[in-house]
């Protein structure tokens, strides 16, 4: 829900930006930030612990980089439309920001939003971690739809919350590599969904310990 929120109002602000509209005050982004909150279903409890966490976040997030936004951007790009296969799988994504480098030769550096703590992520920025693979597969997307035009250049986590140094943003450049290994997971995921071999959870994925296994 947090995430949602925070999603959707960065979204709003950099679509005013990229219409040559000013960056809204505190009031108006808090209001902003609230209508989105409200939108979802919680508790009193909860939403108050979210609005003022998140808004506190927010403000704080865009008051750090505001004189240094990048507004030639495409905000929550969805996929779908294209129709986008890898190895012959169809597979959708919707990103967060895309970022257009280079109109001329079609370049864009793809940016993700995250909300959790980047202290205890980098584990999922290693070569086989989640937030690494998720930028792979935006490759995949982007390299992959001819209507779409670009090229992604890059890839980049944003923390949207200060870590204890800071806020941490992290680039990566996607090998040809990365992208191969990604499209055969892909098609021996595909495979195995198609096989029911998911069905048969008897063998585990043999980690001494794992969340998904343990019950």
Known sequence: ??????????????????????????KTLTALFEKYVRREAMS????????AKGSKALLAYIEH?????????????????HRV???GVFVTGKLD???????????VNVVDYKTGNSDTAYVKLKKDGNYF??????????????????????????????????YVKKK??????????????IQRVWK??????????SSGCHKEECEYCAW
């Open 65 to 81: 980089y505001k004189n240094d936004f990048f507004t030639d951007v495409l905000t929550e790009y969805n996929f779908k439309k």
């Open 133 to 166: 693979r998720q930028l792979v597969f935006y490759k995949l997307l982007c390299d992959n739809a001819p209507q779409f035009g670009y090229k992604m250049q890059s890839g980049e986590i944003d923390f949207i919350e200060a870590s204890k140094k800071g």
């Open 44 to 51: 009193p409890k909860d939403y108050a612990e979210i609005f």
């Open 1 to 26: 829900m947090l995430g949602s929120a925070v999603h959707d109002s960065l979204r709003d602000v950099f679509e005013l930006l990229k219409s040559g509209e000013q960056l809204p005050d505190k």
């Open 172 to 185: 990566i450049e996607i090998s040809d590599t990365d992208v191969a290994q990604l499209t055969e997971v």
């Open 97 to 107: 920001k895309i970022e257009i480098l280079d109109t001329q030769k079609k370049l």
């Open 85 to 87: 296969q890898i190895a």
């Open 192 to 201: 195995e969904i198609q096989d029911l071999k998911f069905m048969d959870i």
